[in-house]
């Protein structure tokens, strides 16, 4: 039973060029969720993905933008980078009705790093 | 918007000593949530409280939900070097959002 999968582990970009990171959810989980975690920091919401859509968002610019497919996978997408963005990006998958909550599995992250 | 704080940041201890942190939401909370981040690792869930002033143990570790939902606490007892990581208390309000708390890190010596 695979867990959360994330792609790439890790990457280096420059400011001002787009990134896409993705994610394939733990087996039966129809819900992800997207954080950022800055070094030495707690993991922020980004926003959760569930049949398809955005359905909560945290405080973050429209750069950050995402899509969930059919078999639930997802991804997120961040325009126009500033060194800011350099982080861990931790995407989470659970199970259930988007409005009931229980545990997140967390992949290992990708980290990003904005030069 | 909602606002989870956790206290220490850092807490250093010698093995075999106990360990607190705490955690203190700015609005009433559902349920609450812990995790442990073992160093260079992702968070791993460990528990969930949902009731008004739940206790739940786990082997060592000790959870707390406060009596107004709005604080917890984790505790535990005679540390290990195994116990090495930062804890994280994650708040979960009406609106089903996840708040995480800044993590107390903790290094135990052997």
């Known amino acids: 039973d695979a867990g959360v999968t994330q792609s790439p582990t890790h990457l280096i970009k420059t400011r001002g060029q787009q990134v896409t990171l993705r994610c394939s959810p733990k087996?039966?989980?129809?819900?992800v969720s997207w954080y950022q975690q800055a070094l030495g920091q707690g993991p922020q919401f980004i926003f959760q993905y569930y049949e398809e859509e955005e359905r909560q968002r945290g405080n973050f610019p429209d750069r950050f933008s995402g899509h969930q497919f059919p078999n639930y996978s997802s991804e997120l997408n961040v325009n126009a980078l500033l060194l800011g963005d350099s982080a861990l990006y931790l995407c989470?998958?659970?199970?259930?009705?988007?409005?009931?909550?229980?545990?997140?599995?967390f992949g290992e992250g990708s980290r990003l790093t904005v030069l | 918007g909602q606002q989870v704080m956790q206290i220490p940041q850092y807490q250093h201890v010698q093995e075999g000593e106990d360990f607190t942190t705490y955690c203190n939401s700015s609005?009433?909370?559902?349920?609450i949530q812990w995790y442990k981040q073992r160093p260079g690792g992702h968070p791993v869930f460990l528990i969930q409280?949902?009731?008004?002033?739940e206790v739940k143990k786990q082997k060592r570790l000790t959870f707390q939900f406060g009596e107004a939902k709005k604080n917890s606490s984790l505790h535990i007892t005679a540390t290990q070097t195994t116990d090495v990581g930062t804890y994280f208390c994650?708040?979960?309000?009406?609106?089903?959002?996840?708040?995480f708390g800044g993590g107390t890190r903790l290094m135990v010596k052997p």
């Open positions: 989470a998958s659970s199970l259930g009705p988007l409005y009931s909550t229980g545990e997140l599995f």
């Open positions: 994650a708040g979960n309000n009406a609106g089903n959002m996840l708040t």
């Open positions: 409280l949902v009731k008004s002033g």
């Open positions: 087996s039966g989980h129809d819900t």
């Open positions: 609005t009433t909370l559902s349920n």
